[in-house]
């Protein structure tokens, strides 16, 4: 692994997410640096924000291929071809094969709007306005075959607070969300490269 972990961010809209990671990556202390922003969306706003920050942005439009097997490797051809060491998911919405999320396993992260395990799946925060819970929040966690259900890395919570509605409890999650998603990469770039150091050391070529 190079000093800083070549990241890739997926996204299908806005990419405010992917924002945050792309500022918080300007930081030379931070432990991966975001080389390029790929959308399966070619209209996504997140590709013109992204080359406005400096970062390339591209498009594999989903539709342009038979199925999921062949938009997926296509997906693969242009990672490899980045040479990209971790894949961040910041509001992409295709759902990954179990076969591709095998081979980034330990490499590819989500952001997700909820106190996982708990409201997996999309309209977490209508879901949990009807529930009535107390708190809310994120999660990053890496991603597995099975949806939003990969090891947790890190937690935001947040109060439901009274007289509440989706859009005001979003923008309340959203926050931690551009909080702890750098946070959580800048910890799984530095255990990786760390392993890899410690590797090298072992195993001198």
């Given at each position: 692994?190079?000093p ?6 997926l996204?299908?809209?806005r990419?405010?997410?992917?924002s ?18 790929l959308s399966?969306?070619?209209g996504a706003p ?5 080359r ?5 942005a591209?498009a ?6 038979p199925?999921k ?10 990672l ?11 509001g ?8 591709f ?8 992260l ?10 997996r799946?999309?309209?977490?925060h ?6 009535g ?23 935001a919570r947040?109060p439901?607070?009274p ?17 702890i998603y ?7 770039a530095r255990?990786?490269t ?8 072992l195993n001198?070529?």
């Open positions: 692994m190079s800083r972990a070549r990241t890739v961010v996204i299908s809209g990419g405010s997410n992917m945050a990671l792309v500022e918080a990556a300007r930081s030379p202390d931070f432990a991966a640096e975001i080389v390029l922003v399966d969306e070619p997140g590709l013109a924000i992204a406005e920050a400096g970062v390339a591209e594999i439009d989903f539709r342009a291929y199925g097997a062949a938009f997926e490797a296509a997906l693969e051809a242009r490899r071809a980045e040479r990209a060491e971790i894949v961040c998911l910041a992409f919405m295709r759902v990954l094969s179990p076969s999320v095998e081979r980034w396993k330990g490499r590819i989500n952001i997700h709007p909820s106190l996982l395990p708990n409201l799946g999309l309209n977490t209508e879901r949990a306005l009807r529930q819970v107390a708190e809310h929040g994120c999660t990053v966690h890496f991603v597995t075959a099975e949806l939003d259900a990969g090891p947790i890395i890190a937690q947040v439901v607070l007289g509440d509605d989706a859009e005001a409890l979003a923008a309340r999650v959203l926050r931690e969300e551009h909080r750098p946070a959580a990469l800048n910890a799984v255990s990786l760390s392993a890899n150091v410690r590797e090298a050391r001198p070529r």
